[in-house]
């Protein structure tokens, strides 16, 4: 019996869990996926938006303003790379700057600080490389970059650190509830049980819902594809720009990230299918297109990758967080800005839970601070052979293009939450990021992989399931023929 299970490991979900293992209870995160991190967490555009845009009185406007202040400190102690890069909204016309005028005063209902509509001379004296053709924009200080996956790996990381427990490969099928709490039960017929279930399953939370009979809501997927370009380009901005945003979103956008690379995108299309996230030729044509109205040098055949994810857009056009009965509580429609609201997110959901009578003791020996997984790449040369005297392993450089050692990924398979697939050693180290994207590294990857698990390295996969690497070997061995 737990004291509460959190249904959903992505940024949301692990920071709740950080949050209610803070409070002296028994925790457990559970997710149908192979990994952490393996729904709109693993593919977004990675902003800690300054929240000028998110309608004043929104829950959504709240929590973002909220979170968005938080962000760094939660980054602080979790070990995870953040940056206060500021935003950009580029205006091309003077209708635009009557909607740039108009998000100024919504953010200042929402209580951002620092907005400033500034003219042609200015924007390109701060961002040279943006195009002749914007002529305003609407400057927040306040935004910021972060990396998502390493924010939900460093948070679930410090929940089991503190406690928590980890159950991947979880389908939630069914909810049932009595006296006693929560049985929660999963497709292989494993079951949990809890006084508290917090529905963070992401685009299937409407599904979740469901199964405790509420009907309220209902959440499809908004489709986003990406490019993300060499680190060579990642000059091209040191601001995360945008255009005025529309009712699909905040548009494409053009940033820089935490780790030097530039990303484009991402486009919004809306459909029904929870798990296709395939990019196609009219989604990348159209990032393509856009970016280059924005900035002068956005090379996009300087593209190292490309991808899409998906957002959970609910039908009530805020964020759905509620208890529709006593010990469940829903946190859905967690759409942009959520990856923002998060570390405010987890506060809501534990004032919620005190609201409704659930005791919530502070824990004595909760320790909220986690060693940051990518100190060593950071470290001068002199900190790094001290390391290396004490672990070769730290010595021999596994991912040429980033500069990966052996040391990181064995970390990585080795520290909570354990990396098991290809890719997630990728998220955890960015090991298969780089120019080559694993071109390289993959087979020293697969084999460490399969010492560590023991495992065959033909049971080595890429993302979890059936994404095998090697079907066997390409000579037998004929020693004994």
């Not at 990924?409 to 090991?431: C, F, Q």
Request: charged letters at 25%; one cysteine or more.
């Amino acid at each position: 019996m737990y004291d509460a299970v959190v249904i959903g490991a992505g940024v949301v979900g692990g920071l709740i869990a950080r949050k209610l293992t803070s409070c002296a209870l028994k925790v457990c995160i559970a997710d149908k996926a192979s990994d952490i991190a393996m729904g709109a967490t693993k593919a977004n555009s990675a902003i800690v938006h300054a929240g000028f845009d998110a309608k004043a009185g929104s829950l959504k406007a709240k929590l973002n303003k909220l979170g968005s202040d938080m962000m760094e400190k939660v980054c602080s102690e979790l070990g995870v790379k953040y940056i206060r890069n500021g935003s950009l909204v580029l205006g091309y016309n003077d209708e635009d700057k009557k909607s740039l005028e108009a998000i100024l005063e919504n953010g200042k209902l929402n209580g951002i600080e620092g907005l400033k509509l500034i003219d042609s001379k200015e924007l390109h004296h701060l961002e040279p490389n943006v195009s002749d053709d914007a002529i305003w924009a609407l400057l927040a200080p306040t935004g910021a970059i972060v990396c998502p996956y390493e924010l939900c790996e460093a948070a679930i990381g410090n929940a089991m650190d503190n406690g928590a427990e980890l159950e991947l490969g979880f389908e939630v099928c069914e909810i049932t509830n009595d006296e006693s709490g929560y049985t929660i039960v999963a497709k292989d017929g494993r079951k949990l049980q809890a006084k508290i279930v917090i529905n963070a399953a992401g685009a299937y939370s409407d599904e979740m819902a469901k199964l405790v009979g509420d009907n309220s809501f209902d959440v499809h997927p908004r489709k986003g594809e990406y490019i993300l370009l060499d680190k060579e380009y990642g000059f091209v901005t040191k601001h995360t720009l945008f255009t005025v945003p529309t009712k699909m979103g905040k548009g494409i956008l053009v940033s820089p990230t935490v780790d030097g690379n530039l990303i484009l995108g991402p486009t919004a299309v809306d459909f029904d299918e929870k798990e296709n996230k395939q990019t196609t030729r009219e989604g990348i044509n159209s990032v393509i297109a856009e970016s280059r109205r924005m900035v002068k040098n956005a090379p996009s055949n300087m593209a190292i990758t490309s991808f899409c994810g998906l957002r959970s857009v609910g039908s009530t056009g805020d964020f759905i967080i509620n208890s529709p009965q006593k010990g469940f509580i829903n946190v859905a429609g967690i759409e942009s800005p959520g990856l923002s609201a998060s570390p405010a997110i987890a506060e809501y959901i534990a004032d919620m839970l005190k609201n409704d009578g659930f005791k919530l003791d502070v824990k004595a020996d909760f320790n909220p601070v986690r060693e940051a997984t990518h100190k060593f790449s950071t470290l001068s040369d002199e900190e790094k052979n001290e390391i290396i005297k004490k672990d070769p392993s730290f010595g021999k450089i596994i991912c040429r293009c980033e500069n990966v050692t052996e040391g990181e990924i064995l970390r990585a398979i080795r520290t909570n939450p354990k990396a098991t697939t290809l890719d997630g050693v990728k998220r955890r180290t960015r090991a298969q990021m780089g120019r080559c994207q694993g071109g390289f590294c993959s087979p020293y990857i697969t084999e460490l992989l399969a010492k560590e698990l023991g495992i065959s390295m033909e049971a080595v996969t890429k993302s979890g399931k059936d994404s095998f690497i090697l079907t066997g070997k390409t000579k037998e061995d004929l020693k004994d023929a």
